[in-house]
């Protein structure tokens, strides 16, 4: 598996990275998730407060506990900042943003005690609040930052005048923007949102890039996967892996197979006519 600085000064991440918003399991099948990843070298693995109604973190925080060894084996990226109401948040009646500056410690202070851990490689807002205050969050940022609690920072579902007005405040870079990338959402490829990563030097990170198991386009590609003797799913990856930018897929399933399947998708070196083939089977035209 390849691993690779996601921003010059952020952390090494595993090229392909586990995500856990499905992992509502019960805590065996997530422990032999976690096994199953960091066998083929998945390492990173993508967390928020808020999956499986505020359970996942706490679920896989158990495999931590009973195997304290393997944190050092592994990389946790979590995020912060949405609100809705739960029986486990019962002062919240409505959906919202919060990233006051109280929130955001809250909040990765509880993922730490959820996970079992000691420090979060990577925290991300995970969607841009109107009422967000850049100074508020730089301050949070910076004390858990000085705390070793949290050693570095991301934005996710960020525009780009959003991220560029949050970095302006920040005495730290936003490492990424975690976004939809995939064969069923190209446009952050043409609309600018992974250029302005590639100048800042951090890669995206490439949520849901299978598009949650909703890709289409499989019957015509049939022949092309045949050729790469790879699967639709791995070529679908492969497209992603191609893109100079180096983005970084954040896979969802939650099946041993396919993780190992996902992780092949490395090997596969893409034709440029190709992943334009690709791109024209998704899109249903041409490139102008
Ligand atoms: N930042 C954000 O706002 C945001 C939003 C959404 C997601 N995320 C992150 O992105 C991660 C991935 O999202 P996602 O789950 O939508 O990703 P995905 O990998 O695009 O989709 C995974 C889904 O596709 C299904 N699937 C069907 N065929 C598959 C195949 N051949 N290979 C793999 N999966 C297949 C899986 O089912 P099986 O489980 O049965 O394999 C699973 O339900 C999440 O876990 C989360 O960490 C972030």
Known sequence: MQRLHIHPQGPIFSRIISGVWRWRL??????????TSLDEGIT???????????????IFGETLRKQPALRNKMELVTKCGIKFPSDKRPKTWV???DTSKEHIIWSAENSLKMLHTDRIDLLLIHRPDPLLNPQEVAEAFSQLKQ?????????????????????????MPLVTNQIEISLARVEPLFNGDVDLLMEQQASPMAWSPLAGGNLTGERELFH???????????????????????????????KPERIKEAAQALTIKLDRQDWFEMLRVATGKDVA
Do not use: C
Not at 46 to 54: F, L, N, Q, T, V
């Open 26 to 35: 019960a805590p065996e099948a997530v422990e032999r998730l976690i096994q």
């Open 44 to 58: 990173t693995f993508d967390h928020a407060d808020i999956y499986g109604d505020h359970s996942n973190e706490e």
């Open 95 to 97: 959906k919202h943003y």
């Open 147 to 171: 705390q070793g609690k949290v050693l570095n920072f991301g934005v996710s579902n960020f525009t780009r005048p959003q991220f560029y007005m949050l970095q302006n405040f920040l005495p």
């Open 224 to 254: 092309k996967a045949t050729r790469y003797q790879a699967s639709y799913s791995q070529l679908s990856l492969a497209w992603l892996l191609k893109h100079p930018s180096n983005i970084f897929p954040v896979i969802g399933t939650t």
